[in-house]
């Protein structure tokens, strides 16, 4: 490899890494942009994670598919989870394999094997990340009734715009 | 084996005493280091503590950076902090592009660059809130620092491409089997390769050994999740028997560092064999074992074969080796088609007699090959492995008191023998 070879392969390597910066970010922008949003019933819980910063750990009624229903999911499968207004909140419906035709629904991965409690499902909108003392502090304020407000795009991606009290 | 290759400052230093005191020529000298692929006059160890603290530096340079990163800069406007961050990784990488370039240099610039790289991608998902399945995060951090890691063909950039993989590995493979890892350890042997280094050929090495096993839980759990099982075991009796073999295929290599990578190859296999026969000496261990394994059509078996079967063909011509080892070797497919397919686990007890030999006989041949061959890790690792299995067996005994009398007899006699011929062969050697 020459010398001018060799600058194009740098050159080519750093557009690379900047490709995969613009994907994750496009990745978690788009349904911000495109999306329409939804508010839902949540709790936080476990702040901290090593890698990425201290966070809130979001958990919803519809994160875990009933034990019955299960055992039709995989580790790795997509789930869809059509929502329905009621007020100013949005009820889940039971998980389901095929993507519904109409109406608002979140897309997600199921990320754990069939278990007494049946199955984890993630949507992506799991994390609210906030300084240590802010995310300890929204654990405890909003146990009990918090309301989390999400942007929903057409094909189900979700992404987390905040977090309030009921 | 070149085991004092292993330790080049050493004899460096050592050679440079000799040459001063007369001992030794200049030129004899030189030719002693040529063997182990090094000089007097070389000067690599005071750049090595330059290298080392400037390394540490330099990742503590990145830990600051993303501890700076996980403090949630709330009330600055998203934008600022996540294109700052993209900026560093710009600025980082192309100063450190153009040093390399220009002369070969640059890799602090780019290793931090790389973390920079990494931090950018933990900030978009921080600020984006994304936590639908963060070991992708690793992922994308890894590839992205894959081709750098090639094109410089540094080590300290490889080894944090798979410090990063093997992150990524042990998250991902929760989940699903990690089918990628092919990439990162491609493109670790490459560089290992490129840059004649034997470090990072055995780091990698350990690094498929970790993911094969990983595999193999999947072959067991699919689809759920991946399932340690008893067939692990025997996955790593043939890929032990491997890497023993290619260790000494290319110990007879030219190139100094294949010849340290064999070394050390051979050195690891030889451990690793030691630790994985330990617990075969015990009934319980081995009654478990051959409890739960599964038929002949068990994958552990398969994949264990895999790697088994070209170890025998390379024990088969290769005869460098010790005896006892390349017979092991040769008959190591045989003895686990028989653990999964015809022996039951009502003969835990003989299985462990001759494991317990088998131990034993594998001390002597150490003790005997430190003596012959002035190898003191050999020597030393046979004394230890004596007195562990005396230790082990006086506690938990075979076959209850008379059982273990019968066997610490067996054991005395049999040492006693090995000591005789030893003694009677070093006298023949005397009188020649």
Known sequence: MNNRQRKFAFVAAILFQLVIMAGVWVNGFYPLWLGEEVRLKTRPVDPRDLFRGNYARLHYDFDTIEPGASADFRPGDVVYVPLVRHGDLWDPQPAQASRPESGVFLRGRVTSRPWRSGSRVTFGIEALFAPKEKALALEKQLRHAAVAVVRVAPNGRAALVSVNSE | ?432
């Open chain 2, 1 to 432: 084996m070149q085991l004092l290759g292993l330790l080049r400052r050493e004899l460096r230093s050592e050679c440079r005493q000799w040459v001063d005191d007369g001992d030794i020529s200049a030129e004899q000298g030189e030719r002693i280091l040529a063997r182990y692929g090094t000089s007097l006059e070389d000067v690599s160890d005071g750049s090595l503590a330059y290298k080392v603290l400037v390394g540490v530096a330099l990742l503590f340079a990145g830990m600051a950076m993303m501890l700076l990163v996980s403090a949630n800069w709330e009330e600055i406007p998203r934008a600022v902090p996540m294109l700052g961050l993209v900026a560093t990784t710009l600025v980082l990488n192309g100063i450190g592009v153009r040093h390399f370039l220009r002369d070969g240099s640059g890799i602090g610039w780019l290793f931090v660059g790389s973390i920079s790289y990494g931090a950018s991608i933990m900030l978009i998902a921080q600020i984006y809130h994304l936590g639908e399945h963060f070991p992708d995060g690793l992922l994308v951090w890894a590839l992205g620092v894959a081709p750098m890691a090639l094109l410089t063909r540094s080590r300290v950039i490889a080894l944090l491409m798979l410090a990063l993989a093997l992150f990524w590995l042990m998250a991902e493979g929760q989940f699903s089997p990690p089918w990628a890892m092919v990439l990162f350890l491609g493109c670790s042997v490459a560089v290992a390769r490129m840059a004649c280094s034997a470090g990072l050929m055995i780091v990698t090495v350990a690094a498929a050994v970790t993911w094969l096993n990983v595999l193999l839980g999947w072959a067991y759990g699919y689809p759920w999740r991946p399932d340690i099982e008893a067939g692990h075991l025997t996955l790593n009796m043939g890929l032990l028997a491997l890497i023993f073999m290619a260790g000494h295929r290319l110990s007879a290599t030219t190139s100094v560092y294949l010849r340290r990578t064999a070394t050390l190859l051979s050195l690891w296999a030889l451990r690793g064999y030691l630790l994985l026969l330990l617990p075969f000496t015990f009934t319980e261990f081995c009654e478990g074992y051959l409890k739960e394994l599964e038929t002949v059509m068990d994958p552990g078996l398969w994949m264990g074969l895999l790697a088994a079967i070209p170890a025998a063909w390379l024990a088969l011509r290769n005869r460098s080796a010790h005896p006892l080892s390349r017979g092991l070797v040769m008959g190591l497919p045989l003895v686990m088609v028989l653990l999964h397919g015809g022996i039951s686990e009502s003969m835990a007890v003989p299985v462990t007699v001759l494991v317990n030999l088998l131990v034993l006989g594998s001390a002597i041949v150490l003790v005997q090959q430190g003596l012959l061959k002035g190898l003191s890790q050999y020597f030393y690792s046979g004394v230890a492995l004596l007195l562990v299995l005396g230790m082990m067996r006086y506690v938990d005994l075979v076959g209850d008191y008379v059982g273990g009398s019968v066997l610490f007899l067996l054991a005395a006699g049999i040492l006693f023998l090995a000591a005789h011929y030893w003694r009677d062969r070093q006298g023949g050697a005397g009188h020649e």
